[in-house]
């Protein structure tokens, strides 16, 4: 209880530091351009939401950071912070030790189960010998890509630019199953294609150096009052309960993990 005192008090303490230290210029966000429901997805406006797009807004007012949303190509998208096209990466990025070679990342802000998804009728598990000779898809420069080439040895790994064309090859049979993170395909499993073509093989086994603990902030090395910042933001939004109204909105469980 002192331990979860003394933790609160630091971050009262660091937002009372930086209030009124607004930047200069807006951060500008980074997040895959190709839409990732139900963490961020255009509405028929054009307009960016969803859980992720909602809690980007809480993490900016807690942290009073002015910011502009910057959809970029998921796999040029460690090379548009490192070029400072971009100030941050806040779309569904695994921390990862690959990834911490190049950049740096807050602390986690979800962290949810890697799954593996297949077609009805098809007897396999989440296991190296229940994919063996199997075609699975997976999307191009992710954790699910590097965890499938690394563990499923003996399956054919499909790597595609966005979820939406795995899922569309995984109804018309074309794969046999994909690998993802399991609130991200939940919604396709919820669709009528979804719960018509697919189901839930199993979670696969843990392997942090690929899957990382969680979600965090991407941030360039050396931007250390920004993590700060965005350390204490998401800290606050924890604790104000904030981050729980939010993801209430989206999920009936609790998103943070562990």
Request: charged share 20%.
């Given at each position: 209880m002192v331990d979860c005192l003394k933790k609160l008090f630091l971050v009262i303490l660091m937002l009372t530091v930086s209030a009124g230290m607004v930047y200069a210029k807006p951060v500008r966000i980074g997040f895959s351009a190709e839409p990732y429901p139900p963490f961020y997805a255009p509405d028929a406006s054009g307009n960016w939401t969803g859980w992720e797009i909602d809690i980007i807004k809480a993490v900016?007012?807690?942290?009073?950071?002015?910011?502009?949303?910057?959809?970029t190509a998921w796999d040029g998208i460690i090379p548009a912070l490192i070029s400072r096209k971009i100030d941050m990466i806040m779309g569904s990025m695994s921390i990862t030790e690959a990834r911490l070679k190049s950049i740096d990342f807050s602390d986690k802000y979800y962290n949810t189960p890697t799954v593996v998804v297949g077609a009805k009728g098809l007897e396999f598990d989440a296991t190296s010998e229940g994919l063996k000779g199997k075609i699975i898809g997976v999307q191009t420069a992710?954790?699910?890509q590097a965890y499938a080439s690394k563990h499923f040895p003996g399956a054919q790994i499909k790597e595609y630019q966005t979820q939406d064309e795995i899922n569309q090859d995984l109804i018309s049979g074309r794969i046999d199953a994909t690998q993802a993170d399991s609130l991200a395909i939940?919604?396709?499993?919820?669709?009528?294609?979804g719960k018509a073509c697919c189901e839930f093989k199993g979670t696969v086994a843990e392997d942090l150096s690929i899957l990382g603990p969680g979600v965090g902030v991407g941030l360039r090395k050396g931007d250390d009052e920004l993590k700060a910042r965005i350390n204490a933001a998401i800290a606050?939004?924890?604790?104000?309960?904030t981050y729980d109204?939010?993801?209430k909105k989206y999920f009936s469980f609790n998103i943070y993990g562990k």
């Open positions: 900016c007012e807690a942290a009073n950071l002015d910011y502009v949303l910057a959809p992710t954790v699910h939940e919604a396709f499993l919820l669709s009528d294609e606050a939004i924890r604790a104000n309960g109204r939010i993801t």
